[in-house]
């Protein structure tokens, strides 16, 4: 009985460090006046990757994923500010939404074959 008792806890012990293994810690790396993230999901997917400023705003190209690690979106901040284009990925649909002074200054929206079908230009 004993030996299976140790038996046991080896097992419980060896699925735990194996589920431990799994996770990952988010990662912020110092890059000249920049700092790099890297985030990630429960299931150790990464789910964002951009920059902050040392001030802590975000800064340049931030890309985000879903949990099976496809690419939803891209965006692009300027010290905070939301900038330039951004895009949204939802299946076969495509959507870019342009900013000018952090305000959203167009939306346009594409099907995977490459017609638009929603824009507010």
């Known amino acids: 009985m004993r030996k299976i008792a140790i038996l046991l ?3 419980v ?3 735990t460090v194996q589920a431990q293994e799994k996770v990952k810690k988010n990662t912020y790396i110092q890059n000249g006046d920049f700092i790099e993230a890297v985030l990630y999901f429960d299931n150790g997917e990464i789910s ?3 920059f902050y400023t040392k001030e802590g705003k975000l800064t340049g190209q931030w890309v985000s994923y879903n949990q099976n690690g496809e690419k939803t979106a891209t965006a692009t901040y300027d010290n905070g500010a939301k ?3 951004w895009f949204f990925w939802n299946g076969d649909v495509l ?3 342009d900013y000018e002074n952090s305000r959203i200054a167009s939306v346009n ?3 995977n074959d490459g017609t638009r079908y929603v824009s507010n230009k």
């Open 9 to 11: 806890m080896l097992v």
């Open 13 to 15: 012990g060896f699925v």
């Open 48 to 50: 964002q990757t951009g």
């Open 83 to 85: 900038v330039g284009k």
């Open 95 to 97: 959507s870019e939404v």
């Open 109 to 111: 929206t594409w099907k």
